[in-house]
């Protein structure tokens, strides 16, 4: 069992930014392929970003490609998610999560998952 704990939440106006920290409790990081979530009020939970652990290829949702980015510090063995020119609809509750399958956009194809963390962007 693996138990993911996000961090880095909190209340944010339009355009500006936050980063995101994810890291395993007694686990590595390593072998294990990141994807990040978010799920809004009244709104079903959403493909974010995801990572490659083996090549470090990176995927994102058409609606935050260019303006988040995903990565990993394996010395620190923490995934990241850095969110630039944050928006009133980028507001939710974000995930991360670790799947054995490589750059997969589906909540389904993830085996552990943390307890999220909220983002609040202010307009």
């Known amino acids: 069992q693996v138990r993911l704990v996000e961090s880095g939440g909190g209340l944010v106006q339009a355009g500006g930014s936050l980063r995101l920290s994810c890291a395993p409790s007694g686990h590595t990081l390593r072998s294990y392929n990141m994807g990040w979530f978010r799920q809004a009020p009244g709104k079903e939970r959403e493909f974010v970003a995801a990572d490659t652990w083996s090549d470090s290829s990176t995927y994102y949702a058409n609606s935050v490609k260019g303006r988040f980015t995903i990565s990993r510090d394996n010395a620190k063995n923490t995934v990241y998610l850095q969110m630039n020119s944050l928006k009133p609809e980028d507001t939710a509750v974000y995930y991360c999560?670790?799947?054995?399958?490589?750059?997969?956009?589906?909540?389904?194809?993830?085996?552990?998952w943390g307890q999220g963390t909220q983002v609040t962007v202010s307009s």
């Open positions: 999560a670790a799947s054995v399958l490589p750059g997969r956009r589906r909540d389904g194809d993830y085996n552990y």
